[in-house]
DNA sequence: TTGAAAGCGCTAACAT
DNA sequence: ATGTTAGCGCTTTCAA
């Protein structure tokens, strides 16, 4: 059996309250008597047992993180784990632990979502990025569970949330690759109804009209964030008579798709075809040619909005939506004039 | 206030302890009084309180995960990911939980340990592979936590453990090279007091000896599981009078790191140094070339460890040593006679 | 400054 | 088949 705050009281000889006000640091507690006891707890070794403290307390010190049902089918991957080692940095250092808890499909993320709401798992949830007409945050607002939201939301303007401007982080890696003197640009997109594609595809969108530069239907693919999906797109959208010079592409991974589809179809990177992607993993950098990729401070963003979350739970008064800033890694694969070396 | 077991059985004209029993499915209990209450549950979106649940029944229906100190400093990585991947669709499917906590220090990482055992938070802990002489092994037997290793323990046999057979790999890796009439073969290591670096380790030299090869000092190199690890191995290991024409690596990530310190000092690969490493991480077949690599079944591994810990749990007998296959997939990386396509 | 007592939401004998 | 009661380990009034 584990020593309990008893155990400590009676071999300090005190009671169970004092020992329970030394922990608290309560300030009302002579300075003998708080040494006095801290030597017992260590002694015993004793640690608080959380499940008694909470049930009082009705806190758990742990936050709790949905996967999205695609993460099972190893989806954003480096971006995702990435993304992990900023929010378990910030939870850590604020002594908090991280939950995981997944889903299968999007019925069984509901499931997740309620459980932890209404059995005082969790103190707050960390969602990792919405759909339209999310029913999560529906309930969750219900439930008045502080949670935040890394991307957007499609329903509400006001959910709390850490996100990317991502029309502008298009918007630029489209420009850039404009500025390459290309002209026809494609777009390798992801799950349409999630509003990181939305975005992306807007700003996308709006840097070829502005520069007037040709929009056609052929040039954009909808796709999954797999590798496999770019790889299959290249099939389609260069088999048209007039495919693009140049493709923007909505994720690294689906990028090394791409790559590998272009080069098994005899196109050059960046010389026929030049592309840009998004999230900067690591491995951009190792591929042949590196990948030009919009830097979206993956880890800045699971830090941030870890740190949102508590400062929710401590009632901190809070800017409902935090954007962090992105910026445009240049590296061969867009690159008009190239020397071959 | 959130709905309680009291509520309920009020609503429903019954005792507390009536609804519990229907909670728990109790089997002497009418189905009549059962439907009834499931009713009330329902209308009232009743959950029970995990906590209150944990603190008498001394579960918690929750794993831990201890993180790797280095994983917070990037790391294995997509292995470790992958990892996770397995361990979550086991647990999920359990009903259980997963509780991540790290630590940045091996200090602390003790500390993490001592308060999740101690505390009552999780049922069960997975270690992320284990060095010489771990004081957390050491303290969780202690304190008759249940715990399985990914990895193998180098202080005690009798470990609970999912691991792979790494001087198996290792010596099959290398073997390949010799096939391939490799005669100057390198390894780049990993940290030293790894289980796992010193199993292939020696498997690698288990291969050289027994094909009667020169062993160099000079042609092993000791470093981390990062990419800047292997591309600054390549700048000693290559700058010697007689380097190796083959390298075995310890880890993809490193092996990335190893293409691009080569490409970089002119090495064509294969042709000038073949190349075989481990884990087969996806991005192993989108380098250029593609990268041999040894395929250690992660996901299994995780799978297998987190089932491993809920049949400790359950009591249920167990085999204290799990071994996942590995197995080699090759590519162009390590084939000596190959034409430039 | 400290102790006694009640209670957080639930389960599990022990009754009936 | 169901209700009553005690208690899990802790915090928190209320007294002293």
Redesign the interface.
């Known amino acids: 059996m ?1 020593v309990t705050i008893k155990d400590v009281a009676k071999l300090a000889g005190v009671s169970p309250s004092t020992v329970s006000r030394v922990i608290a640091n309560h300030p009302r507690i002579s300075v003998e008597t708080s040494n006095r006891v801290r030597e017992v707890m260590e002694e015993l ?8 403290k ?2 009082v307390s009705k806190t ?1 010190r ?1 936050i709790g993180v949905v ?1 999205p049902r695609p ?2 089918e ?1 989806l954003l ?2 971006f ?2 990435e993304l ?2 900023g929010v ?2 910030q939870l ?1 250092r604020a002594g908090y ?8 499909n999007e019925q069984e993320e509901l499931e997740t979502v ?2 932890l709401a ?4 969790v103190d707050g949830l960390l969602l990792l990025y919405s759909r339209a007409s999310d029913p999560v945050i529906h309930l969750l607002r219900k439930e008045k569970m502080p949670f935040v939201l890394l991307g957007r939301s499609l329903d509400y303007e006001d959910v709390p949330s850490v996100d990317n401007d991502n029309v502008q982080a298009a918007y630029d890696a489209t420009k850039h690759l404009i500025a390459q003197g290309q002209r026809r640009i494609g777009f390798v997109s992801g799950p349409a109804k999630l509003a990181m594609t939305q975005d992306r595809m807007a700003g996308y969108t709006k840097a070829i009209t502005e520069a007037g530069l040709p929009f056609k239907d052929g040039w954009v693919v909808e796709g999954e964030f797999l ?1 496999e999906s770019g790889y299959r797109a290249m099939a389609s959208i260069m088999s048209q008579p007039e495919p693009p010079t140049a493709l923007v592409i909505i994720d690294d991974v689906v990028a ?1 798709g791409v ?2 589809g272009l080069t098994e179809l005899g196109y050059r990177i960046p010389q026929d075809v030049a592309i840009v992607s998004f999230n900067n993993i ?2 951009t950098e ?3 040619p590196p990948i030009t990729s919009v830097d979206v401070g993956t880890y800045q963003l699971g830090y941030t909005a870890s740190q949102m979350v508590l400062r929710m739970i401590q009632q901190v008064e809070i800017t409902n939506r935090q954007i962090i800033p992105h910026r445009l890694v240049v590296r061969e694969s867009s690159l008009r004039t190239l020397s071959l070396t």
Chains 1, 2 share one sequence.
């Not at 070794?45 to 008694?52: F, L, T």
């Not at 209404?118 to 798992?121: E, F, N, T, Y």
């Open positions: 584990a070794g004793y640690h608080p047992n959380m499940m008694a909470s049930l758990t742990t996967l993460a099972e190893l991957n480096f995702f784990y992990i080692r378990l940095a850590t632990d991280l939950l995981m808890a997944g889903g299968s309620t459980r209404r059995s005082g798992r590798l090394f790559l590998k690591a491995l190792l591929t042949m």
